[in-house]
């Protein structure tokens, strides 16, 4: 699996996680992998997401502007929570390529205007 669509995948566990409290971290991956097989770095985002969940957010509450975490949209915060986990927990890719990534994420699944935000929030991070 390529980690863009690794990235991508991770999102959707994520968003799933953050939208339904009986679902468990499995039974997500399940859904969304399906029949696909999982790898290494799908599997370190997630785990390491849902790990350090409470330090990440942590994190991101100290970043935003006149945002509080709950009040913003669950594909922002789902997209916010895995960058900054690789910015902070994982030394493998380049602080762009994760920005970028994220930006890419938000086209995705958001809209025009989630990409800046999440860009705005994020190079709070790289410049830390």
């Not at 006149?66 to 902070?88: C, D, F, H, M």
Request: aromatic share 8%; with cysteine.
């Amino acid at each position: 699996m390529k980690r863009h669509d690794a990235r991508e995948k991770a999102v959707q566990v994520l968003f799933q996680l953050d939208n339904t409290q009986d679902l468990t971290l499995e039974e997500a991956i399940g859904h969304i992998l399906n029949e696909d097989e999982s790898d290494a770095f799908f599997e370190q985002l997630v785990h390491g997401v849902t790990k350090h969940q409470q330090e990440i957010d942590e994190a991101l509450e100290k970043n935003l502007e006149n945002w509080s975490l709950g009040r913003l949209p669950k594909i922002e915060r789902t997209v916010l929570r895995l960058a900054v986990y690789e910015l902070q927990y994982m030394e493998d890719a380049p602080n762009r390529v994760v920005l970028n990534e994220a930006i890419e994420l938000c086209k995705t699944f958001g809209d025009e205007k989630s990409s800046k935000f999440v860009n705005g929030v994020l190079s709070k991070f790289t410049q830390q």
